[in-house]
């Protein structure tokens, strides 16, 4: 607990500094609520947490399409890397890259790559079916995107699983516009 600090002069060259006694227990100036040094105390904690992280929201939920895909399995969100700009100009003409990690045995493989643009025309844009003797689970190929949105892929694996990966891209000139 702190005490006041009042000013007391003995002489009128010389300040003195000495602890008040508190008189009472009403606040001093016959105010009520918290002093300024309390709000700024309070206003610097709540700066200093402000960029802590935040727990882990619920994750979002899985769109019908891709619970569609899999069956009702909740695909992993692992393994799949979708490589697509977050900013595009045209929607016409969007590179995309989709890597599995998958060693593509006969054992352990990737058996094809879904991709999805909920608000395409037509959403189920693309599947690429793969095989052990493709090499590498890996697809290049080039979207038409009709707003900005989410873009989804799947993959189901040989072992009975998918796994899945998600990306936002924002379009400023839209493409698909006419339908298809």
Do not use: Y
């Not at 802590?52 to 890397?81: F, I, Q, W, Y």
């Not at 590498?136 to 993959?155: C, G, N, Y």
């Not at 189901?156 to 796994?163: E, R, W």
């Amino acid at each position: 607990m702190s005490l006041p600090i009042s000013l007391r002069s003995n002489a009128p060259d010389a300040l003195r500094l000495s602890e008040k006694e508190p008189d009472s227990a009403e606040p001093r100036g016959g105010r009520t609520g918290p002093s300024r040094r309390q709000l700024v105390a309070g206003a610097a904690a709540g700066l200093a947490l402000a960029p802590l992280p935040r727990p882990a929201a619920a994750a979002a939920p899985l769109s019908e399409h891709v619970l569609r895909l899999t069956e009702g399995v909740v695909p992993e969100r692992a393994r799949l890397r979708l490589e697509i700009p977050a900013l595009v100009e045209n929607g016409n003409s969007v590179d995309t890259r989709i890597t599995v990690d998958s060693p593509m045995t006969a054992q352990d493989h990737v058996r094809w790559i879904h991709l999805i643009a909920e608000k395409n025309p037509f959403p189920d844009m693309a599947r690429f079916h793969l095989s052990p003797r493709s090499g590498r689970a890996e697809v290049a190929t080039t979207l038409r995107l009709a707003q900005s949105q989410t873009v989804t892929a799947v993959a189901a694996l040989s072992g009975g699983g998918f796994v899945m990966a998600e990306a936002a891209i924002v379009v400023t000139l839209s493409a698909c516009i006419d339908g298809g």
